[in-house]
Structure formats: structure tokens, C-alpha cells
């Protein structure tokens, strides 16, 4: 995977990228991160990225030279046409399945990490950003929601992960149908008055495969009853 970061706290965005799976992914060399420092193409003296916005109103917006000029320098060093996404929450809902089609997406990736009151509406109109939401709040910037959609495409890439099945139990993969996970356990058998299950510590794979199923429903039923609205696991219909 290729992917490029547009923002204006580089550093920020470098040192959550450079930890655990996503800098493993580097290392690897299954992930191909930039970082470009959207200041970098700021204008006059101050490289000012934004302006007030025509009609009045409070706070500031990302000008179009600018983003144009980072997007193009992104584009360029990328070598080929970009999947443009900026984190909106005006998008579509970010979700496991937006997650895969990034992780099989042959193009490469950028990201635009708004700020302030927004970005000038041209920028969407003529570069063709896609907005992407994490959920129905509003946050500062884009960075952490880049970076959410990056972890969560990059940990399905094969290699990643330590153990490449480990993707395919995730709630909300395919292969989960919708249900959340069962308990897990491990050592100590005992802790604290608290035991594991004995169905776990019996060896009998079937009764074991058979319990976490009943587990992950109730826990589905009790915690997400939404999921099971449109006949996820067999129950509901």
C-alpha cells in the first residue's frame, strides 16, 4: 500500500505512523507512508494556508492554492493517479468494509487533514476528494481520522499482523456475519476468585467452537442488538 498524508502537524502524524503495526508495516516495507507538510506550500512570508470566508462568519478556511499545490506534489511522487480522501463529517460512515476495499485499492492513497472551519469548496470540487466520516462528532483536524483509516486498511494487508487469519475474526469482517467477538481468556486459570470457563480448559475443539458462538451472540445481543436487526447470525430476521 501507498499512501500519502497532507497536513499541517507533520510531526504528529509521523510519530503515531513510525509505532506499532503501521511503522511494522514500514518496516516490512508493505506500507508506503509521506508525510507532506502542507505549510511547506503556504503563501507570502507567513505561508498562510487559509483565509476568512466570502459572506461573513466565524473561523477560517484552507485556501485552494495550497492544497492544489501539495495534492499535485503528492500525485507526482506517488507516480500515478491517487485515491483522494479527506476526513469529513459531511462523508460516508468509515466502516470495516470501506477498510478492505482501501486495503485492496491499487491506487495510491492521500489523505487531506483539514482544519479550522473547513477547506474552500473547491478543493472538493476539483481535485475530487472523497469526505469520509469516523462517526458523528467533530474533531479539531483530520490527523487522528487519517490515521484511523490508515491503521484500519494497513492491519489487513497481508504480512502485517503477526498471524495473517487474525483479520478474518474482527467483529465486523465478513467472515464474522455481523457478530461481535466472544470472552477471551488466558493464563492464569484463576485470578483473583475469577475462573476461565472449563469448556475452554477441556480440549474439546467442537464444545469450545460451539460456546464461543453462543458467546459472541449473547454478546451481540446485549451490547450491539443493532447488528442482529437484519438477521446477522442466524437469530433475528
Known sequence: MKADIITLFPDMVATVAAT?????????ALLDLSVTDLREFGLGGYRRVDDSPYGGGPGMVFRPEPVYAAVETATNRAGA?????????QGRVFDQPMAEELAAEARP???LCGHYEGVDQRILDGLGFEE?????YVLTGGELPALIMLDAAARLIPGVLGNDASPEEDCFSAAAAGILKFPQYTRPAEFRGMGVPQVLLSGHHREIEAWRREQ??????SKRPDLLVDGAGGEEG
Open 20 to 28: 506499532s503495526m503501521l511503522g511494522r508495516a514500514q518496516e516490512a
Open 216 to 221: 459472541a451472540l449473547a454478546a451481540t445481543r
Open 81 to 89: 493517479p491517487c485515491r483522494l480522501l479527506m476526513p469529513s463529517p
Open 132 to 136: 469520509v466520516s469516523v462517526g458523528d
Open 109 to 111: 492513497l492521500v489523505f
